[in-house]
Each structure stands twice: as C-alpha cells, then as structure tokens.
C-alpha cells in the first residue's frame, strides 16, 4: 500500500527566501509522484509530476522537486519565494497501474505555505 | 469551457433537502473522481469511475449517490444530509488508461454547508 506523509502542516517564509516543502513517501512499487498547489475557494492544480524518467523534475512558476529513492522522499522546493507563492501544497503518490487502480492517488495532509513580506 | 467544470459553486441545503452537484470535463479522459475535503483533514477519495464504469465506492454513506451517464459527465446527488457532510466536493478527471500520465485535473469545487 502507498502512503504519504507530508512534514510540516504550516511553513513560513519571508519573500525572496528559500522554499523547502517536505514530502516522504511508502510504496511497495515504483512510485508515481505529485505535487498540487490549491489556491484558496480553487480546486488542486498541478505543480510538477515524477514518473521514473529525470529525478529532478520541474514545474510551473519555478518549483521543482527532486525524488530520492534512498530517503523516500520528494521535496519541492523554489529559490525564491512570491508573495503569490501563498497556497496550500499537496504532494501525492500513485502506484504502478493495475486494471482496477487506474489513476488513484493517495494525498498528503497538505502544507500551508505563508509568505511574509 | 476548459478543464474541468463544476456547478454549482456554492450550495447551502437543509437536511431534509435533494440536491445535486454537476461535473463536467472537456479533456477527452475517461475517468472521473469525486472528492470530499474537510477542513483540517486529508482529501478524501469518495468515488472513482473509470470507463463510466465505478471502480471504487470507499465506503460512503449511502445519502451521497454518484451518476457516471458518459465519460464527461459525474453528478453527485445528495439526499437527507448531516452537517458532517458540509466540505468542499472536487471533481477531478484523468486519462483513464494504462500508461505513466496518472496526473488528475481538478475542478473548482462545490462548497457545500449543510443546515
């Protein structure tokens, strides 16, 4: 079984500083990895996505996230943070597909990213 | 339209009341999701239907019923509600096949409060 865990549920940081968002995962199977931004009263939008190809994968508005199967881990990260950066972060996880488990992802708690002027 | 729709954008019901939320996806995928998101909990899977075919029920209550009529279309009818139920409901679509494109295109969502 897939889980995700996501350390850290509030991170604060000033504008222009470092972002460093914290995504651990357990699967059984080579993993699928996500990660989705929600803006508030929006739905999930993706940010970037892991699937065995590179294992420094970036996306939109500057993210990018490294995966590391020694430390199960996925962090997404940005150089410098926007004042628009605030959001909630999601990471996910998706297992190798099986007829009956096409596209299930299994969520993170998510991670309130506040950023100070 | 683009992306993924959902209607309406708001709701307030009573518990007595039948309601329905509408999703719709103009990307050309076969399979659609819904979610309930709680404040301070996870997102949780409620529905999965692939193919208009549902492939998974996790275990939800039985006043929340899913409707696949077509591959672009999900509706989530409700009926006799609690105030547990008030969340926000996200639709979500994707491919549907096998292959390494699992992302899920989200819509909107409905926020839903219950009275």
């Known amino acids: 079984a897939q889980s995700v865990t996501q350390l850290g549920s509030h991170v604060s940081v000033s504008e222009g500083a470092l972002v460093l968002l914290r995504c651990n995962y357990s699967s059984s199977v080579p993993p699928y990895l996500f990660w989705y931004v929600q803006y508030p009263n929006q739905g999930l939008q993706l940010l970037l996505k892991?699937?065995?190809?590179?294992?420094l994968v970036k996306g939109i508005n500057g993210f990018e996230a490294e995966f590391k199967k020694s430390e199960t881990s996925f962090h997404l990260t940005k150089p410098s943070a926007h004042m628009s950066d605030a959001a909630e972060y999601f990471c996910a996880v998706s297992g190798t597909p099986v007829s009956s488990n096409t596209g299930k992802l299994i969520f993170g708690q998510g991670t309130t990213l506040q950023v100070k002027p | 339209e683009t992306g993924v729709t959902q209607t309406p954008r708001h709701l307030v019901m009573g518990m007595t009341n039948k309601k329905s939320l509408k999703c719709e996806q103009h990307?050309?995928?076969?399979?659609m999701y819904w979610y309930k998101q709680s404040a301070k909990k996870p997102l949780e899977l409620m529905f999965v239907?692939?193919?208009?075919?549902?492939?998974e029920n996790n275990s939800v209550p039985s006043r929340f019923s899913p409707e696949c009529p077509n591959s672009s279309h999900l509706f989530l009818h409700l009926h006799t509600l609690q105030p547990e139920d008030s969340a926000l409901y996200l639709c979500?679509?994707?491919?549907?096949?096998?292959?390494?494109?699992?992302?899920?295109?989200f819509g909107p969502g409905t926020r839903l409060t219950v009275t």
């Open positions: 990307l050309g995928h076969n399979a």
């Open positions: 892991y699937t065995s190809a590179a294992t």
């Open positions: 979500a679509s994707s491919r549907g096949e096998s292959g390494p494109s699992y992302e899920q295109y």
């Open positions: 239907y692939n193919f208009k075919e549902q492939t």
